[in-house]
Structures are given as structure tokens and as C-alpha cells.
């Protein structure tokens, strides 16, 4: 049985960067429905407590898939702005899924 591939990542944004965060994001959510047939889920959510709190889950047909994913073109291009909009590391935990 092939496991699907998960990870739920907490941003937490500073405020003078969220629309470019935003539109960074956006751009990312595009290229890898595009791109990436074997990504099944990828979200972008704002909390509705703090405008600045983003959840970002995202789910892999499997490893290979995410594999491929961490190291698309346009991941390495834009991760590097989208983690410079924080104002603290983001967390993240990882996850397989079963049938």
C-alpha cells in the first residue's frame, strides 16, 4: 500500500509583509496545480482570530511526489521570500495517510 504524503505548516506573518506573503503564496498554490499532477491538496488557510496566522496543509499522491515537490524550480525560487515575510520560524509537522 502506497502511503500519501501530508504536511501542516503554521505561519505566523509580520504584519508589514502579509499581502506580499499573500500573493507569494497565491503564486505557489497556482504553479503546483499546474505542474504537479500527484499533488492532491494544497491549501492556504488565515485564521480568522489573527490576519496574521496562516495554516498551509498540503498532501502528496505519495513520497516520490513530495519528494518532486521539495524540489521543484519554482519551490526554491519562491520559499525563500515567503519564509523572509515571518516573524518567527514556521512549524511543521508531517503526516502519511492510510487508504
Known amino acids: 500500500m502506497t502511503l500519501a504524503r501530508s504536511f501542516m505548516a503554521r505561519l505566523l506573518v509580520k504584519p508589514e509583509r502579509r499581502e506580499a506573503f ?7 498554490k497556482g504553479l503546483v496545480f499546474q505542474h504537479e499532477p500527484d499533488a492532491l ?35 526554491d525560487r519562491l520559499v525563500p521570500p515567503i519564509l523572509d515575510c515571518l516573524a518567527q520560524d514556521m512549524q511543521v509537522s508531517y503526516h502519511s495517510s492510510h487508504g
Do not use: G, K, P
Not at 482570530?49 to 502528496?60: G, K, R, S, V, W
Open 41 to 75: 491538496v494544497y491549501e492556504l488557510f488565515q485564521a480568522d482570530e489573527d490576519a496574521n496566522l496562516f495554516h498551509c496543509i498540503a498532501t502528496f499522491r505519495d513520497q516520490a511526489a513530495f519528494d518532486h515537490h521539495m524540489h521543484i524550480d519554482f519551490h
Open 22 to 28: 499573500i500573493a507569494l503564496q497565491t503564486e505557489l
